[in-house]
T-cell receptor, first 111, second 112 residues
Framework: RKEVEQDPGPFNVPEGATVAFNCTYS??????FFWYRQDCRKEPKLLMS???SGNEDGRFTAQLNRASQYISLLIRDSKLSDSATYLC????????????FGQGTELSVKP | DAMVIQNPRYQVTQFGKPVTLSCSQT?????MYWYQQKSSQAPKLLFH???????NEADTPDNFQSRRPNTSFCFLDIRSPGLGDAAMYLC???????????FGPGTRLTVL
């Protein structure tokens, strides 16, 4: 079983749609959680951290359920510029801050 | 201004010919990481430095080495690149293990 698993995608949605990405992680000792965005042939960029209480940044909402070892990302009112691969990432502080990346879910927003 | 810089952005090498990739940072961060990302795969950590302390991942091949001569610079040496080493190599830095990691733009390595 992979340490971090995501919806395989790709997700093809029209502009304005709401889209949700899911992620599960296997190690209950995982310590912090993130969503990164990666554009084609570019480096990953931090989209947002994920907190137990849930957090929102504009059109983006992240949720964490430690009991279920589940992370989600909700994008409302999708824009063409949201097209990218979204990576679910877990940080293991006790392993040197090692980031474990999910496979990524590709999102394509169409006009 | 770029905070994590990688050079070159694109590197072409021949099978078996040693290659060195460079990473520099202006953030004065303690930790520097090297990740390998192959096409359609997630980035995978190769090793990291905390200051001068080198930490290798157990499954990183011996073909991959690293040097950190000072706080600002870190190098990835591939002693004998194989076709399977073609990938994007990403450098990242963080102040400590618990802080956000900032990625450089990556070096895309092609092995002929």
């Amino acid at each position: 079983r992979k340490e971090v698993e995501q919806d395989p995608g790709p997700f093809n949605v029209p502009e304005g749609a709401t889209v949700a990405f899911n992620c599960t992680y296997s190690n209950s000792a995982s310590q912090s959680f993130f969503w990164y965005r990666q554009d084609c042939r570019k480096e990953p960029k931090l989209l947002m951290s994920v907190y137990s209480s849930g957090n929102e940044d504009g059109r983006f909402t992240a949720q964490l359920n430690r009991a279920s070892q589940y992370i989600s990302l909700l994008i409302r009112d999708s824009k063409l510029s949201d097209s990218a691969t979204y990576l679910c990432v877990v940080n293991f502080y006790n392993q040197g801050g090692k980031l474990i990346f999910g496979q990524g879910t590709e999102l394509s927003v169409k006009p | 201004d770029a905070m994590v810089i990688q050079n070159p952005r694109y590197q072409v090498t021949q099978f078996g010919k040693p290659v060195t990739l460079s990473c520099s940072q202006t953030l004065n961060h303690n930790v520097m990481y090297w990740y390998q990302q192959k096409s359609s795969q997630a980035p995978k950590l190769l090793f990291h430095y905390y200051d001068k302390d080198f930490n290798n991942e157990a499954d990183t091949p011996d073909n991959f080495q690293s040097r950190r001569p000072n706080t600002s610079f870190c190098f990835l040496d591939i002693r004998s690149p194989g076709l399977g080493d073609a990938a994007m190599y990403l450098c990242a830095t963080s102040r400590t293990y618990t802080d956000t990691q900032y990625f450089g733009p990556g070096t895309r390595l092609t092995v002929l």
